[in-house]
Structure formats: C-alpha cells, structure tokens
C-alpha cells in the first residue's frame, strides 16, 4: 500500500481526502498487527472452552441436550442479526474517523493562514463537530455490543432455569453430584458464553479492516496501472 501510495498520481489525493489515507496506515493497520491476533486468540481459546464445557455437562445428563438445541437456533439468529448490525455500524464509525484526520492535519498545515485570519475558534468547533460526529458511531457500537450481552444473559438464564427445574424434577433418577456439577458448569457458561460470543463479533468486524486495507491497496495499484498506461 505504501509503494502504491507513492507511486499514485496527483488526481487520487484530490478525490481522497489526507484523513482517508492517514487512518489506512495508523487506526487500521494497529487493529490488524496488534488487536486482531490477541482477540482471534482469545475467542479460539474461549470457544473450545465452550465446546468443552457443554459437551461434559451433556455427558454427565444427556437430555440437557433438549434445550440446548432451541437455544443454540436462538443463539444463531441472534448472532447473525447483530454482526449485520455491528458490521455496518463499525464501518460508519471508520467513516467518520477520516474527517477527524483530515481536519486535523490541514489545521495543522495551515496553522500560520488560520491564526493570520483569526479563524482559531472557526476550526475548532469544525473540528468540535466531526469529533462528536465520530463519537456517536463510537457509541453507538458500543451500545449495540451491550444490547447483544443482555440478550445473551437472558439466553443463558433461561439455560440454567431449565436446568435447574430439570434436575428437582428428576432428581430421584439422576445422581447428586452429577446435578451438582451440571448447575456450576451452566453458571460458568454464563460467564464465558457471553464473552465468546462478543469475541466472535469483534473479530468479524477486525477481518473487515483487512479486506479495507486490501480494497484500498488493490485500487491504489489499479489506478496506478492506469495513469503509467495513459502515459504511455
């Protein structure tokens, strides 16, 4: 991207703003090198987890399998519903980062014009606006993020309810210290289900800053193509 940065002609950096290209190499590229891998990691570890601890609680009493497959269809058309959600909402949080960037390195270009002009208080509520422009999007994902988590948190309720009946129910067929196990492996699922989940999410919307970083470097390279086949 920085060799076709170089090489591009005068035309691409009068239809793309300095705050475009700025949040290419430093927001997106951090999210890639330092977030991605430790979130990717993190979600891969709390998933076999997962997967662990439903499939002994499943050994241990076989027909908590009941509700488990409900509640897995449930979980599912959650999950896919707010990573549509979150994945729109995070690209018009990258959105309104660029004009912050902008902004900020024209300011800072320009700084002798603007105090010659007495335009101090002008470009500071300018940038004033695109920085709560930029903190709405921000805040909005962060609430979708929580909207997801009580939602989770009423699914995994309503598991270690079921469970919870399930075993008084049975209780004269089904062993104590199995029941015993059973209930504090679902409250640990309580903990960590939510947290894989919104771990899953979070690495979607981390993937999505590699196919920017790839659109943005393929187009780079198409224009550039273009401009040494005009001249030519």
């Not at 930029?134 to 929580?146: C, G, I, K, N, P």
Request: charged share 15%; hydrophobic share 55%.
């Amino acid at each position: 991207m920085l060799e076709s940065i170089f090489r591009a002609p005068m035309l691409f950096f009068d239809r793309n703003p300095i705050g475009r290209i700025l949040n290419r190499f430093s927001k997106d590229i951090g999210h890639m090198d330092d977030l991605l891998p430790l979130i990717f990691l993190d979600f891969i570890q709390t998933f076999l987890l997962v997967i662990g601890v439903v499939g002994v609680m499943v050994a241990a009493i076989p027909w908590i399998a009941i509700p488990v497959i409900p509640l897995g269809i449930l979980f599912f058309v959650l999950w896919r519903y707010f990573l549509e959600t979150s994945r729109d909402v995070k690209r018009l949080e990258c959105t309104t980062r660029s004009p912050v960037f902008s902004h900020l390195a024209s300011s800072l270009r320009g700084l002798w014009t603007i105090r010659a002009y007495k335009a101090e208080q002008k470009f500071q509520e300018l940038f004033d606006a695109y920085q709560d422009l930029h903190s709405e999007a921000w805040f909005l994902l962060l609430t979708t993020s929580r909207w997801l988590a009580v939602y989770l948190d009423v699914i995994c309720a309503i598991f270690v309810t079921v469970v919870a009946f399930g075993a008084l129910i049975l209780v004269e067929t089904l062993d104590l210290g199995q029941v015993g196990l059973v209930l504090s492996l679902s409250l640990v699922l309580t903990r960590m289900f939510q947290w894989c989940v919104r771990q899953s999410a979070e690495v979607e919307n981390m993937v999505m800053f590699i196919f920017l970083f790839l659109a943005f470097s393929g187009l780079l390279a198409v224009i550039w193509h273009k401009s040494n086949s005009y001249i030519k």
